[in-house]
Structures are given as structure tokens and as C-alpha cells.
């Protein structure tokens, strides 16, 4: 086809703001798939996006469309991971496009994320098509949002869509604006070719397949290709486009949006946002923009089962092989015994790995509180990173910590300003700027280490704002701070998976917060069990676990000892799903005592 | 101050948990339980295998229990062909008293004809305090019932309807005085602690009129929720709370010290009694002797079996009729007649259980007595597995005794499940019989 009539574009939008479903209709009105073939949110494949209502993996597919001026165009429509956790992923999915529907709730008008998305946008100097949802809800105010567009992002407002995609109305205006705005994508297809990789997975049959948008040149379906940051190299098995399914052919030109499958047994071979040429014919210059993947987040993940490890080891590194971004290493603790240090895009990212592994997989997994990573510079000069507090050097070693910090962006009604501002002070916030961005709508930003933001920030953001703030978040540098580690000892012995790296003016009250909680969650044992916080030698909090008192089948069971000696077993077996640490048994519960500890109690 | 009656510990743990010297006379002997599966109406709390609106059926199920202890008399007679020891028969229930004197007249006889029953054996019937007519109470006596036990339960009124029992308070005085009347000198009462709402002081008060009445034996049971009750429907719903264990142990303690100062010796987790009237039939229990328990859902220990009967009453008199019919009275078929569940106890379990059911006893284990039965020593087979329970002092050993401590007989489980073998031998549930 003519590069005059490609068009790509991308939906970008908050959560909840109708992006699936506003894909949905543009596949129905442009026939790809059946009203008969629909169903909701075709292109989120994963169990786990349909019922979280959120897109994880970018997903693309190739439309036709004869617009009102005669012409047949071919649309490539790419549907981008949603949450934060994947900014990456979605700035590399905005770079294969020319264009991006905006699409903004009618009554919510712009939120955190919408805002994110569309700097992303204009990074990748993409054309923007603004589009307000869900017009047809009692509580759509329009033209509010339409001012908003053009006070908050600079937007004619005049330019703006009004659509209901879960009715249908603005479906056809949408693909009109697509074709008469978005430009058509500028490529040679006889240059060397370089093809963006926007995302990958792994199929058992064809290998890795990866999605790409062909910038320059031509890509065969029997050539030899290269990637050019991780050089590693493959035959081509099939080149396609997606319909929405895999639908090979020949060759995909510059400008074209496709798939290749590459043979290569690893994602990690193939990451998002290299770019992929031709072995026989290579470019000389990669495409721009290409980060390798950066976890954020850790934690340990230890299968309940000793004897599962085996197995966790198996599914994380199936899972690796679609998701570059996962990266873990073996990890012995002396209370939970062998597991994973895992680390995470987010936890987000964490949530849904975890998720995976105990549904797809049937383990059951035992996860400690997330930290993150820190720098740790020695007194002997050496710098190290540090992500498990176990690791932390002796306090006399350590010269200084440094941690990461974010920047956060907030919308909010004003009226909540106060509590946020007392959230994100308590949270080691700093204050950075604060807009109006309507009478009563305020954006503010904060600079927020990233380990207060993981704990619960998002459940308080909510909760105290009756779920009317949203939130975005990005990495802004590493600082110096004033950090200790926290260690919990139980019956006089320390238990390193419960060990947390807290800000010094945060130990006590965390401190205290957690033996309260432990001593609710350690079952009472033959002899009274203190358990303590310490921050070095120095014991910051104390409670103790009182002893047991009673224990016994004081009841009459004529003669049936064989019952008696059942109830016995079974008390046997619950205790063996504890986890003995010295001679103290304590329960899964609470190793994740950590992560329900909040400011409410 | 009443000053306990001081005892010769040595003597009175030998009378209790057996000796060396004893063991072969009492692995040859039985204690016999009849189980009686009936009630007017079912306690709110109850889990045993009882029946509520099936007292029609008493005639029919009394002429197979009688037809089962003949057969389980030929079974289980002695090698030379002479009927076995028995020692104790037990009456338990349900509710026994339910039976006509006439009822259980026909299965004594059936006893003393298919076994060796002592002349001074200690017969004991379960009792309702609701149930006892006087005349009843006096024919009872005369055929030879020399123990009763009452299920008293509280005296609490509120307490008492709140678990279902058919009696009042005062029903528990005068079924009791009634009781004496007739000739009863061992007289045991049952209650229950640690139930919902019940105070330490109620609890007191209850524990005060029973030892004012004088029975010879007090058996206190600490409530348990056990699935398939009501109670434990309302727990789980959440409208009735349990009692903690803090509130059980306190109740427990105040009846440890509160009986002690009354004359009452403890001689297992849940019993007290003045001297010499210790529950026989219970002692078989924990000392691990054979016992053969018949009727619905009656349980035994014999020739190295546990077995269990059919829980059903028209099940279980099918399968009496149907074994009496085929006759088969060989000495190697278990003895019973209508059995569901069979289990063979190997001798690490064995061992275990004489632990486990010895170690209830206040008198605790014979350490002899136990090396004379298995070829090895309690220390060896156990130390290690106890070593932490003796440190903490859940147990001590006392001349020849291995028992719990004062403070470890409320933790007597921490000790119990210790004991059990690790991987089992034992078989995940015990084997139905087909039939």
C-alpha cells in the first residue's frame, strides 16, 4: 500500500476513561471484527486485563477504512498498557505512531495519567486528537472538559471529538479526524532498514514475536535480521500484520505496523524499544529512545512449600521470557528459607507477576513487604546497591544511603488539598508546585522517595479523597537520606525477612507499629515470646507474646482415641505450615504484617 | 480447712496406671461398653452418635445389642476356649437411663453369659438427671448398676437451656438425692466450662452446689465446638463467642485448687474422685488395655485393632442380625458385629497412644511397666521428641512415674502431638469395611 494512506496512531487516556472500549467500536465500524465476534476489550487477551480492566500488553491491529473522501485507508490502531508501572512500554508504542486519540471522561475530565500520556505524546511529536467520552452519562459536562483541553493542554477545543464509545456516537468523526489529521508516516523503503520494537513476546511455536513499526527499508519474510542494541541475531520464520490476530505475508514496508517472528528463545533478546535491521544490509544508526528495562521494586517470593522452589524457579523464568522487565535471583532466608529476590517495573507489575505465578503456575507464594533499591557507599569507598534490607552493611560501615526519589503529579478538587498535603508530608514529600487548573480542580507536585510511595500512598491517596485524586509518577534521581535499618527479633533472635530499611525519624513509630501488629499475629507459644525493634543494638519497641495456657482435650470421647489422636495430627500439621525461626513458630500472616501497617492504626 | 487426705502416691499410681507385675493380667481382661444412641432431644453442643424422635426403635436395637455382646463374647474368648475377663461395663449414651430396668437387665445378662464378668465389677450407667424416677433408680440398683454418672452439666439455669438440657438445677438435686435413696455410693457428676458467657464466679457457683451434693466422682469437661452442631454453625455465624482460652484456664485452675481443698484427688486432665472411686472403666482407657465398646457407633481396642461400629441405628441392627446370622464366631474375627471402620496399630503408634492416653493421668506412665510391654524404655523411644516440652517443664519424671506437670496438664496437647510418629505408618483414614 501507499504510504499516503498508512495511518498510525495510538489511544491514550486515564484509567477508566473508555480506551478499550472506544477501540472496540473503531474495530466494529470499520468491520475487522464482527458484532457477532465482539467482546469487551478485544485487545486485552490476558485473563488478568479483563478483570482488572487494564491493558498490560500492547496490542496492535490493522484496520480498514474507506473514509468520506472515496479513499481506502489502512489504519494501524495501537492499544498501549495503561498504568504507570509500563511508561516505557507506552512511550515506545506512542514513537511507532504518528498520531494519538486523547481520550478524556466527560465528567472527570483530565487526570494524572491523561496528562503523563499526553507528554509522552508530545515527546514522540505526535498529532493529538482530542476526544471526550462517555457524553452520554447524566453527570457529562462537556464543555467544561473541552475548556479544560484548551486552558490545560493548549488544545483547540474546537478540535475535540464528542463521543459515547459505549453507545457508538462519534465513531465515524474519530476515524475521519484520524484520516485528515494524522499525518502519513515519512519512510524510504529503500534505505537500510530499522523497524521499532514496541513489544515482544514469547509463543511456544514461532518464538519470540515482536512488534514493530517499520521506520525505513523493507523487511522480508525469509531475510536475516540483527538487533542492534543487544546484537544478537535470527532468521525471520513469518512477517504478518495483525488482524486482530497474526496474519502473515510477504514483506512489511517503511511506515507499515507488523510482526515478526524472530526464532530468538527470550524476550531478552528482542527488548522494547530496540530497533531491528538487517543483518546482510545493517543500518548504521539505531532508532532513538532505547532504554533497557529497570526494576524498581523488590521483593523475596518464597514458595508456603519448601519443596515447590523448584517449580517458582521454573515460572519465573517462563515468565522472563516474555517480559524482560521481571528479573530475580536466588535468595536464602533464614525464616523463610529458599525463594526469589525479585524486582518489578512497579507494583502494579508486581502485583499482576505474583498473580500469575500463583494462578498459572498453582503456587502458593509467600511475598515480602517491597523495597527498593539503594546506594550504598562504604566507609572503605566501595558502593554497592542494596535491595534487601538484609544486605545492609553494619551501620559503622556504611559512609552514606542513597535512595531514589520520584516525581508525583496529583489531581485533585481543591478541597482536599490539606489532607494531601499532610499525606505527602508525613511521607518525606517535598512541596514543588501547585496549579489551578480549574476553580476547583488543583495539579500539584511533589518530589516523594520512592519507598514511601510504595508502601500504601495510593490506597491513602484514594481513601482520603473519596477516590477523586489521581496520581502519576515518575523516577527523578537518587539523594542522600537518613536511613537505618529496621530489625525485628523475635524471642531474642532476629528475623530477617521482617528487617525494613526505614527513615531514622520513622523507626520508632514504625517500630511500634509492627510489634503491635506481631504480637497480634504470633500465636501464643510454651513460654512468653518478646518481640522487639532495633534499630543497631538499640531496642526501639517491646511487646510480649504471653505464654500459652491452655491446650487441651478436656472432653469425654468414649473410648474414640483414634479421634482424639486425629485432632492431635491435625494440630501437628497446622503447626508444620509455620515458619519455625528459632524456637519460635510464626505464621505466614505475618511476614506480611509489614504491608498492612498504616497511618490509621 | 479441710487438709486433703494424704495418700501413698506410689500405691495409689500403681492402682491407677497399672505395674509391671499387673500388665499380663490386664492385657488378657476387657472393659465392655454398650453404647445407648438415644435422647429425647439432642444438645445444641453435642457431636456423639445420638438420635432425637427415635425411641420406638428400643426394643428392636436392645435385642441385637444383646445378640452382638453373645457373638463378641465367642470371638473374643480366651485361647483354651474360656470367656474373657471382664472387668467394667459402661453404659454410655446418649441417654441410657432411657432404657427400661427390663431392657437393661437383658444385656447384663447377655454379659455375664458371654463373658467372665467380675463379681465386683464396677458397672456404671450414663444417666439424665431429667430420666431418673425413683422407681426406675431402685431397680437399676438391684440389678447390679453400682455407679451412676449424671450429666448434670451446670447449674446454671440460663446456661442449661442456652445448651439444649431437658433438666433444671433442681432436677440435678433431687434426681441426685434419689439416687442415694436407692443405694448409689458412687455417684459421678459431668459439667462443662469455658461455655459462652459463663463467668469465673457462675462457674464457681456451679462447682459450690456440686461439691455441697457429695458425689464420689466429678468429671468437668472444657466445651468444645465441634463441626456438624449447632454451636458451631453459631459460631461460625458469629452470634455466639466462644470463650477464650485465657477465661478456660482460669476456670480450670479454680476447680484444680477448689476440689483439691474439698477432698477431691485429680487423677486425669478432666477427673476427680475421693479415694477409690476412680472411674475403672476410664482407667482401661488410659492405660491402653483392651477394651470392646458395642453398639451404634461404639469404638474398641482389641488384638491390636481399633475398630469402629456403624453410626446408624437401622444400619447397625442390619448388620448384627446379618452377622449373628452367619454365625461366624471364630477367635480371629474382631468382636463386634456391625463394624464400619478398622484400623491396625502398629507398634510405634501403640507405643505413642500409651503415651499419649498415659500421660493424662495424674499418676503418669509406669516407666517399668512401659518397658515391660514394648522391650524399650519411654526414654528411649521418646526423649528426643520431648526434650523441649521437659525443659519448659510440661512433664517430669518421679521415681518410676513419667508425668505432666501441674502447669503442663492445661497444655497436655504441646506434649500429646509430640509423641505422635512423624511420617505415619499409620494409614490417612481408617479403612472402611465393605457391607
Known sequence: MDAAFLRNFAIIAHIDHGKSTLADRLLEFTGTISKREMSEQVLDQMDLEREKGITIKAQAVRMSYTAQDGQTYELNLIDTPGHVDFAYEVSRSLAACEGAILVVDASQGIEAQTLANLYLALEANLELIPVINKIDLPSAEPERVVKEIEDVIGLPGEDAVLASAKEGIGTQEILEAVVKRVPPPRGADDKPLRALVFDSKYDAYKGVIAYLRVVDGKLGASDRIQMMQTHSSAEVLEVGYFNPGLVASKSLSAGEVGYVATGFKNVKDCQVGDTLTLATRPATEPLAGYRPAKPMVFAGLFPVDGDDYPLLRDALERLRLNDASLVFEPENSIALGFGFRCGFLGLLHMEIIQERLEREYNLNLLATAPSVEYVVTRTNGEVMTVHNPAELPPPTEIDQIEEPLMDISIFTPARYIGTLMDLVQTRHGVFKDMKYIEEDRVHLTYLIPLSDLIIDFYDQLKSRTQGYASLDYSFARYEAADLVKLDILVNGQPVDALSLIAHKDEAAPRGRMLVDRLKELIPRQLFEVPIQAAVGSKVIARENVKALRKNVLAKCYGGDITRKRKLLEKQKEGKKRMKRVGNVEIPQEAFMAVLTLNDDN | MNVPVERDVERVAAEQSGTAESLAADLASISLYLHVPFCHTRCHYCDFNTYAGMLGHRESYVAALAQEIQLAGMRARQSNGSPRRCRTVFFGGGTPSLLSPEQVDSLLHATRQAFALDDAAEITLEANPGTLEKGRLDALRALGVNRLSMGAQSFDR????????????????????????AGFTSINLDFIFALPGQSLATWAETLERAIDLGPEHLSLYSLIVEEGTPLFSWVREGTVHPADDDAAADMYEHAMTRLAAAGYGQYEISNWARAGHECRHNLTYWGNLPYIGLGAGAHSYFGGHRFAEERPIARYISRVRQSVAEGNTTADMLPAGAIAEDEAIPPELEMAETAMVGLRLNA?????????????????????????????RLIETAGDYIRLTEHGRLLGNEVFARLLPDSPEVPEAPTRVAG
Open chain 2, 158 to 181: 440460663d446456661l442449661l437451656r442456652w445448651m439444649g438440657r431437658i433438666h433444671s438445677p433442681e432436677e440435678i438435686e433431687t434426681a441426685f438425692a434419689a439416687a442415694r435413696k
Open chain 2, 364 to 392: 503418669g506412665i509406669s516407666r517399668s511397666r512401659f518397658a515391660a510391654r514394648y522391650g524399650r524404655t519411654f526414654e528411649q523411644v521418646f526423649d528426643e521428641r520431648l526434650a523441649d516440652v521437659r525443659e519448659v
